[in-house]
């Protein structure tokens, strides 16, 4: 058993979102835990007081295994707070379980389904006058061969609860018809079907037009919330990273997100993103997460500490409500460097603009002077990930001349709002 005294907070899965945690909660006294399936960068914190690998949440006794490392540890009582997609689906569905051993801040299945499955997260905005991409879900390849569409489209999966070279990816672009058919097939071979595959019209515009709201609920009200705004991502045309995120005032945004939530009496954390569509003036809703999100460390700077307040409402403590102020700078250095170097041979903003980015007012993804090993560890990390996304997809990847031969079909269009 591990003697850590007082309650604690047990992180399970995660990356730099998790590294956030366990400094938030490592600062103010709070002994952390981190439990995941790989060695990761929140490993390497000198506020995580222990550590231990697990056969991952996609297990059927998942639940019962994360349980006998609490029992192992003296975790009784401690907060459980997931730090991945995988993480939290699992959690949601066991709550009734795991509550009997941890506290737990992810809400139950019958509310986080709304956010951890595309195909609901999108009727849930139709419903609500919220709006979002055209989506398209056909049934087989025959109907994506016939789709009445327009490039680009991006393949999402629906959901992340398996980790697979579609998944890790997060969203494919295509701009032609062959593109479509090739991700297509090499999304069936990596989920084993169709049903986790969401086909979205792509919203044109950089990362600029990308905007979050990020957010802590209690039973259907905000206690603290700021909207942030993408500036770099990577890769910079088409990023599946944020790499230097800043906050702003944007009331469109924080409606929308705040009409969502209220729908579902919500209660925990959440990141809702939206795109900037300039041809329709219309903030598009793109996903929902309910977990900690890679720039969650930003709400510390900008005045709102996100884990603690979620450790606090966990353990009963008082909650004041917070909002959080706007110029205040995040950023992922190893991958905004590459983005920046990409932007500036692109002509889009000069060398001189760049460093100054690098101002005092950002919060950084992996370095802290109070916590020094995460950031040094911080690029081999990124490399080895690179390599993890990218191997799958070029080994497993079906050859276009694969393919099957098409006939005509009609896809199923869900109408846009």
Not at 144 to 154: G, H, T
Not at 293 to 302: C, E, Q, V
Not at 374 to 380: A, K, N, Q, R, S
Request: overall charge positive; hydrophobic content about 45%; proline content about 5%.
């Amino acid at each position: 058993m591990t003697d850590l005294g007082k309650c604690g907070g047990l992180i399970l899965g995660g990356a730099h979102g998790a590294l956030a945690m366990a400094r938030s909660l490592g600062r103010h006294g709070i002994p952390v835990g981190f439990v995941a399936e790989n060695r990761l960068i929140a490993n390497f914190s000198r506020y995580v007081r222990f550590s231990e690998t697990w056969g991952g949440a996609k297990g059927e006794g998942a639940a019962a295994d994360l349980i006998e490392i609490g029992r192992r540890h003296g975790l009784a009582g401690w907060v459980l707070m997931p730090g991945g997609d995988a993480e939290t689906l699992m959690v949601a569905r066991h709550r009734d379980h795991l509550g009997t051993f941890f506290r737990l801040t992810t809400p139950d299945w019958a509310t986080a389904r709304w956010a951890l499955d595309k195909h609901l997260t999108y009727e849930r905005a139709e419903s609500l006058g919220i709006a979002y991409p055209r989506s398209y879900h056909p049934a087989n390849r025959h109907e994506v061969a016939n789709l009445d569409c327009r490039f680009p489209l991006v393949l999402k999966p629906a959901t992340h609860s398996e980790v697979n070279a579609f998944t890790l990816g997060k969203a494919w672009r295509v701009d032609d018809r062959d593109a479509l058919l090739l991700r297509y097939d090499q999304a069936v071979a990596a989920t084993g079907g169709n049903a986790n595959i969401v086909l979205q019209e792509l919203i044109p515009g950089s990362g600029t037009s990308q905007f979050s709201y990020a957010a802590l609920w209690d039973r259907g009200r905000p206690i603290a919330a700021l909207v942030a705004r993408r500036l770099r991502q990577y890769p910079i045309e088409f990023g599946y990273t944020s790499t230097f995120v800043e906050t702003i005032e944007n009331p469109e945004v924080e409606e929308a997100a705040v009409r969502f939530l209220k729908s579902l009496d919500y209660s925990g954390l959440v990141e809702i993103e939206f795109k900037y569509d300039t041809r329709t003036q219309r903030y598009m809703l793109l996903d929902v997460n309910i977990r900690s999100w890679t720039w969650i460390a930003l709400g510390r700077r900008a005045g709102i500490d996100f884990p603690y307040l979620v450790y606090q409402l966990a353990t009963g403590a008082a909650v004041t409500s917070a909002k959080a102020r706007a110029g205040v700078a995040w950023m992922h250095l190893s991958r905004d460097f590459v983005a920046g170097l990409q932007e500036v041979k692109a002509g889009r903003i000069s060398p001189i603009d760049y460093l100054r980015t690098l101002r005092a007012s950002t919060e950084f993804a992996a370095f802290a002077l109070d916590d020094p090993w995460p950031g040094i560890v911080d690029l081999p990390l990124a490399a080895a990930r690179f390599l993890t996304r990218r191997l799958p997809l070029a080994i497993d990847a079906p050859k276009r001349n694969a393919a099957p031969p098409v006939s005509v079909a009609t896809a199923q269009v869900r109408p846009q709002p």
